[in-house]
């Protein structure tokens, strides 16, 4: 009876352990930025159209794919109200080379971490298979932070919405 006691014990230990997920915070390569996210991401380095420095990752966590565009914006904006229609733009461009079929359209108006010199939009998606996004912009008219979570089951919103919150900025 104490050996299968044990064993029970031991079995819920390891399953306990396998299903806790830990957070982990990542430096954006040499972008100053950082994000909390799940799952290890390794990230690229690319120049965009303006020669912006734009760098990307992705990763998979339980079926949940997490994924970041961080653009250092070769022409900062000083005006946020423009900052975030760039962030509209932007997304809207996005939406074509994701294949976005459906949007609930923008809310705008947040603060990463309540810093009034930044600006925030939120969105969620649907993809032509079927796949649900959710995505946040964030910007300070320096850096563009572009967070997207998609998934064909229902989108964990508690962890989802850690991610989405989690980047930062230089000197945030």
Not at 80 to 89: N, R
Request: proline share 2%.
């Amino acid at each position: 009876m104490f050996t299968k006691i044990i064993l029970l014990f031991a079995f819920l230990t390891s399953s306990a352990t396998a299903f806790t997920q830990s957070l982990k915070k990542y430096t954006i390569s040499k972008s100053g930025c950082s994000l909390y996210n799940y799952c290890e991401m390794k990230f690229e380095m690319a120049k965009s159209q303006d020669s912006s420095v734009v760098y990307t990752g992705e990763c998979v966590n339980e079926g949940v794919t997490y994924g970041i565009i961080c653009v250092k914006l070769l022409n900062p904006l000083t005006d946020l109200v423009a900052a975030e229609a760039l962030l509209v733009s932007y997304a809207d461009y996005l939406k074509d080379g994701f294949e976005i079929t459906k949007a609930s359209g923008y809310g705008r108006g947040h603060f990463l971490n309540n810093n009034e010199n930044t600006r925030g939009i939120i969105d969620y998606w649907e993809d032509e298979k079927k796949n649900s996004w959710k995505i946040k912009a964030w910007t300070d008219g320096k850096i563009i932070g572009f967070l997207y979570v998609l998934s064909k089951k229902p989108l964990p919103e508690g962890k989802v919405n850690v991610y989405l919150d989690s980047f930062r900025m230089p000197g945030m």
